[in-house]
DNA sequence: GTATTTGCAAACGTTTTGCGGCTAC
DNA sequence: GTAGCCGCAAAACGTTTGCAAATAC
């Protein structure tokens, strides 16, 4: 793995990711991090960004539909549900197996990197029937 | 629903959706499509391709890692295996139960439309293995 | 006849990159 | 001291849009 340092732009931004509870975008992580380092610029967060999803430390999340990418910090595998009525991205738990399929058996797969699971729905709140 | 017209530009850019195994980019759609018709522009092939997801004829498909979107005619749900090597994408049957999970029980979910399932890996051509 | 669609090109928002200077080690 | 990083600005990228002319119906 190739060599890196520790600075206070990078740490910043991974504290962000942390500290968060939705996801967010690389603008939103942009004006955060210029609470902490009016400086800072949005190559930078960019830059970070990358390097923390390929040292494994964070994610990106894509809304399935167009627009930019979000980010979240690295945790235990899940899910993600999109509620189509306020917008909202949840976290939820993989179901029961699906982490254990054995891709390798369907077609040419010969490894699998990441399962992404995404769910669009409605959530209590927005449901017509609440 | 509103009002809409055949042209020889729809029609080619759905065949073309059609009849494909892999999943296009817009690019490959437009170079495809002026095969058939030479004067065909990129912004026409855009505009159709919106039109026919919002027809419900065809659907956007994502890897959440980047670069850009591809689009399929729309079939029997299924889910998609990316390669990271080839960047093919790849239908795949879900797996067995996925369909059938209740996702009412996990968090605030009233209702679930649709389920996306993206498994992201290498086929067997790309691997290093191979 | 007219509303929709087209080709063209310019604009758009997001993300990447080249560069010279700065910083962690 | 130096490899790696930063801020800045410009470029790249995929995609959308405004417009006048062409087309489907």
């Known amino acids: 793995m190739k060599k890196s340092r520790h600075t206070r732009q990078r740490g910043v931004i991974l504290d962000i990711l942390r500290s968060d509870v939705v996801h967010l975008t690389a603008e939103e992580v942009y004006q955060k991090a210029r609470k902490a380092l009016p400086g800072i610029s949005l190559g930078t967060v960019y830059r970070n960004l990358n390097f923390l999803c390929a040292q494994g430390l964070a994610r990106e999340v894509r809304n399935g539909e167009a627009g930019c990418a979000r980010f979240e910090a690295a945790r235990d595998p899940h ?21 254990e399929t054995r891709w390798e058996g369907v077609g040419p797969i010969a490894a699998v990197f990441r399962l992404d699971l995404h769910v669009v729905g409605e959530c209590a709140d927005c449901s017509p029937t609440a």
């Open 79 to 99: 899910a993600h549900f999109h509620c189509r009525g306020c917008q909202v991205v949840r976290d939820i738990p993989f179901p029961e197996g699906l982490r």
